[in-house]
């Protein structure tokens, strides 16, 4: 089972097919899960503590923002950690209330600069695009180690 | 700063999305249930959360997923349901990232009708290939070449 990184990390698209295809899906539930269920100080909405922005400074630098560097916090370490990644390359959704530009930037950067196998994809707008989509997602996870069938 | 203490630690929170002519996200809770009396399963209008001991919510995912494999979604989610920082009792309006999952639901009938075509596709056109040849290529510096001398010829 190869560790997939899903981009948008909040996909829900994504994270069943590298799940369904029998891969594990790195997405950023997973990081901030893992500070939800860590006792600590309370840091709400999301358990990101003051020290966060200090871990991504393995990622970016200091002048850069804190809101990149707190958010590089949960994304890098599953960057390091994936075996491969799949970028839906037209995701609005990944900006907004919720993401960053710059931390988009910065993690896709990071993915192409770590030479890993990168499946570049669009969002599909017609069945023919479905079918051209889901049939490219299982060849491309068919080929990591040790990968699953469809259902 | 005050102490934070987790509730349901070590546990898995994953969403269950069905988006099916056949079956209503009443018939899945149902079935999970059935399945697992002793896991934590939220309905909601999309489908289900479904809480608890990681191992049992993955066998009860499988499950829920054989009953229409082409129609059920599946997403880890990192808060329990009803976590009074995300849960919108407590905050008003939509839930942060449901606006997301509105937009990826919007596509997914695409998805499903991609999973149903996987089988009538073996042995055909490799798709890695076919998304190869549409992707756009960058234009090559010999046609950009021959375009400027070609303009700079024509005003001599």
Not at chain 1, 126 to 139: D, P, T
Request: with cysteine; glycine share 10%; aromatic share 8%.
């Amino acid at each position: 089972m190869a560790k997939v990184f899903i981009y948008p990390t909040t996909s829900l698209i994504l994270s069943d097919m590298v799940a369904r295809f029998g891969h594990e899906p790195l997405g950023s539930a997973l990081g901030i899960r893992e500070r939800i269920q860590t006792a600590g100080f309370d840091s709400p909405p999301l358990q990101v503590t003051p020290e966060e922005p200090k871990k991504g400074l393995r990622w970016a630098a200091v002048e850069v923002p804190s809101g990149v560097r707190g958010r590089m916090a949960i994304i890098g370490p599953q960057i390091e950690e994936a075996d491969a990644a799949i970028i839906i390359n037209d995701a609005d959704l990944a900006f907004g209330c919720m993401g960053c530009a710059r931390t988009n930037e910065l993690v896709m950067y990071l993915l192409r600069h770590r030479g890993i196998p990168v499946l570049d994809l669009t969002y599909p707008r017609s069945e023919e695009e479905g079918e051209i989509f889901v049939a490219a997602i299982r060849e491309f996870l068919e080929k990591l180690p040790k990968g699953g069938n469809a259902e | 700063m005050k102490e934070y203490q987790p509730r349901y630690r070590g546990t898995h929170t994953v969403y269950v999305f069905v988006e099916s002519p056949d079956l209503t996200p009443q018939d899945l809770s149902l079935r999970a249930y059935e399945a697992a009396p002793d896991l934590m399963i939220k309905e909601t209008c999309f489908g289900l959360q479904i809480t608890g001991e990681p191992a049992r919510v993955a066998s009860v995912v499988a499950t829920l997923r054989a009953l229409d494999p082409t129609h059920i979604f599946v997403k880890d989610r990192g808060f329990p349901p009803g976590d009074p920082r995300r849960c919108r009792a407590n905050l008003g309006g939509a839930r942060p990232g449901f606006f997301g999952h509105e937009f990826e639901l919007s596509l997914i009938r695409y998805i499903s009708h991609g999973l149903a075509a996987l089988p009538h596709r073996d042995g055909g056109e490799s798709a890695l290939e076919v998304l190869e040849r549409r992707k756009k290529k960058p234009l090559d510096p010999g046609r950009i070449r021959a375009l400027f001398e070609a303009e700079v010829s024509s005003h001599g």
